[in-house]
Structure formats: C-alpha cells, structure tokens
C-alpha cells in the first residue's frame, strides 16, 4: 500500500490543523492504519490509531483531548484533525500501515506497521 500524507504547515501555538492521509494500491479493510511523529533530535513515537474493530481509538497522553483521529467509510484516507497545537507537537507527521494481524498491545509499536508515507512536517512556534 501506498501513502500520502499532507496538510502539514506552519503554525503558531493554539492553532489547529487537519493532517490526511490517502491510501493507494493494496488496501483493505484488514489493512491497520495509524500516526506516528518524530521530532527533532527525537525518536519515532505513536501519535493515534484505531482499534482493529474501529470500534475504539487510541492516542498518546501527550495528545490526548487534542487531536482526533478518524476516517472515510472506504478507509482509504485516514485523518488527524490537530487542536490546540502546542510547541511540543512540532515533528515530522507520518501516517503508517500494516497488513499484520495486531493485538491491541502491537498496536503502537511502529516496528509492526510495514508500509510508511513520506512524512508532512508540522512546525508550531511559540
């Protein structure tokens, strides 16, 4: 599967912004899809993702209240809509799948996603 974030930008703390992300080529509805980051100088980290039902989402404590992850009906484009952004989120945003079958512990390891998007930097200044 192919992936294409955007909507990635510059902004001062407080604003909003709306990432997305667009699948292509080998999608289906078994295909786990997920946000991860990684900042200056920083490690990849786990940003949101859903539950293998859909039925649950899943975010980071730093994002938590902030940020709300979602998608289309075809699960095809996949969304982070970012509020309140705060310095800290200042990272490069990539949006990940993988065709593995993950329990709910795999779900934030960014080892068990085996597709990756080129990335959508998010700068938020003070």
């Known amino acids: 599967v192919q992936l294409q974030a955007s909507g990635g930008g510059s902004v001062q703390a407080g604003a909003s912004l709306r990432l997305s992300c667009a699948a292509s080529g080998r999608t289906s509805s078994s295909v786990h899809m997920a946000w991860f980051r990684q900042a200056p100088g920083k490690e990849r980290e786990f940003v949101s993702t859903f539950s293998r039902t859909g039925g649950y989402k899943y975010y980071a404590d730093s994002v938590k209240g902030r940020f709300t992850i979602s998608r289309d009906n075809a699960k095809t484009t996949m969304y982070l809509q970012m509020n309140s952004l705060e310095p800290e989120d200042t990272a490069v945003y990539y949006c990940?799948?993988?065709?593995?079958?993950?329990?709910?512990?795999?779900?934030?390891?960014?080892?068990?996603?085996?597709?990756w998007g080129p990335g959508t930097l998010v700068t938020v200044s003070s």
């Open positions: 990940a799948a993988s065709h593995l079958r993950l329990i709910t512990s795999e779900l934030r390891r960014g080892n068990n996603y085996d597709s």
